[in-house]
């Protein structure tokens, strides 16, 4: 738990009146005296690193710290917008220094609906824990509009603050869920109410997250920049304004408080917002950039992709598909068998107990140099010769639409496995059955290609007595 001085050191207080009722800014015009950036996040930055735990040792960096130091970096901070574990290692493997969460993205990968409203705080709250667990580098999370008053805002963040996200973007829409296509926005006091309450909240939580407050408001150019101004006064860290129609008005969003970081929403398909280039939106004054739909979406083309592949008889081709090995490595599993060996026992090895197969908690086979009372069964392993015109020949020339389907049956008569393998997937079948180690299946296959129906080619036992069939359909 961070203990260092409360965050509201970090924010001016909001003020009765931001301007006058005539104010009407114009493009280009800059709108107020400069915040100090390094003011406002190295005071959390110093106040954060002091922290330290009963034994007097320094305590390690909380995300909200990780993200103030990325955001004081020189150059513009590209972040793409996950919505799993899975997205979120990749986004850290690809070299990016944080992430940001999408409703939008979350709502379809986890429930499979719109970005209307449907998906609550609670799962929202849990998809995020899942995502902030799986890597190192910061999370923002998307708060929406903190699912109802200021009240709900509160809860929203510190929420996502036990959730362990670096920041939290709150909205000024009415609601996710409304009807129309028109977003609708809530009066200008009530955002700005919205964002002190997240200051609040975080002051409340002895915490430093980054709070990343946007409008949605396109009543006029001029009241998204009166918003934005409000937003800063009442605590928030980094602005944004959605569905910016151009570069002159995202440069006039720039020069409100320059020194307050930007973000910018490149959506790729259908926004408003001109995308440009990192370098071309660091120019106009902007630091971070998020790109909210990129993995969403090539991840459903590829699924689409892969089942019409499946659906006609094929398979997707290698090129379009990491292998199991690279897979594995994706999802650190060098990482876990070094770190379970740290656990090891001697009882735990000598009885040979193994996760690795998937037909459940089973004995494998023991050290056959062990002294045991029952007889050891040795595992009969078929001949394959090799046919050296064959390797001329695509091994999958003719039984690309056909499967393997593997028969375990344990040596009490239970049928602990009977599972069907497409033709291109054999790779990695001796997880599923290490005693199939050093036969050649595709071989095997191929021989048998022309033959009709259900054609048995393995059936023996392995050490433990289990009955092993492989079958070619």
């Known amino acids: 738990m961070i203990t260092s001085s409360p965050p509201q050191i970090l924010h001016r207080q909001s003020k009765p009146s931001l301007f006058p ?26 106040a954060t690193a002091t922290a330290s735990d009963p034994s007097g040792n320094a305590k390690p960096s909380s995300p909200a710290k990780k993200l103030r130091e990325i955001i004081q970096s020189p150059g513009v901070l590209q972040g793409p917008c996950c919505f799993d ?101 809530v009066s200008r006091e009530e955002a700005a ?18 709070i990343v407050a946007q409008t949605d408001s396109r009543e006029s150019l001029s009241e998204s920049l009166i918003r934005a101004r409000a937003f800063t006064d009442a605590g928030a860290d980094v602005l944004s304004i959605d569905s910016l129609a151009s570069r002159e008005e995202m440069k006039s969003f720039c020069d409100v408080y320059p020194l307050v970081p930007k973000l910018a929403n490149m959506l790729e398909s259908g926004g408003k917002t001109p995308i440009l280039s990192p370098l071309e939106l660091e120019e106009i004054g902007y630091k971070l950039v998020v790109y909210p739909i990129s993995l969403i979406g ?75 009372e029952d007889p050891v069964v040795e595992v009969v392993t078929p001949e394959v010769v090799r046919n050296p015109i064959s390797s001329k020949r695509n091994p999958f020339s003719r039984i690309w639409s056909r499967s393997l389907r593997i028969k375990i049956i344990g ?51 392995d050490t433990n007595g289990d009955r092993i069939q492989v079958f070619l359909e």
């Open 21 to 46: 009722p005539d104010f009407t800014p114009s493009v280009g015009e800059s709108y107020a005296k400069p915040i100090s950036l390094s003011r406002r996040f190295r005071g959390a930055i110093i």
């Open 85 to 185: 574990a899975l997205s979120a290692k990749l986004v850290e493997r690809a070299g990016f220094p944080y992430c940001i969460t999408t409703g939008f993205s979350i709502s379809a990968a986890r429930v499979g609906l719109p970005d209307k409203g449907l998906i609550s705080y609670g799962e929202m709250v849990d998809q995020g824990q899942q995502i902030t667990q799986s890597v190192s580098i910061p999370v923002i999370g998307d708060g929406g509009n903190g699912f109802g008053n200021a009240m709900n805002v509160k809860r929203t963040v510190k929420g996502y603050i036990k959730a362990g996200f670096a920041g939290i973007l709150i909205n000024d829409q009415v609601c996710s869920g409304d009807v129309t296509r028109e977003r609708r926005v």
């Open 193 to 210: 109410m919205r964002v002190k309450a997240a200051a609040d909240a975080r002051r409340e939580c002895g915490s430093d997250i980054v």
């Open 298 to 372: 090539v991840s459903i083309q590829a699924m689409q992709d892969a089942l019409l592949a499946i659906k006609g008889g094929r398979i997707p081709p290698p090129g379009s598909m990491p292998s199991l090995q690279e897979i594995e490595e994706i999802l650190g599993s060098d990482n876990y068998h070094d770190e379970a060996k740290r656990y090891v026992t001697s009882s735990s090895s000598d009885k040979g107990w193994s996760s690795s197969s998937v037909y459940g908690n089973q004995r494998v086979a023991q050290d056959v140099s062990e002294k045991r």
């Open 411 to 461: 040596r009490d008569g239970s049928e602990k496995l009977d599972v069907r393998i497409p033709a291109g997937f054999l790779e990695g079948v001796t997880n599923i059955v290490p005693a199939l180690g050093g036969v050649d299946l595709k071989q095997l296959m191929e021989d048998a290609a022309d033959e009709v129906g259900g054609i048995l080619l393995l059936d023996f036992e």
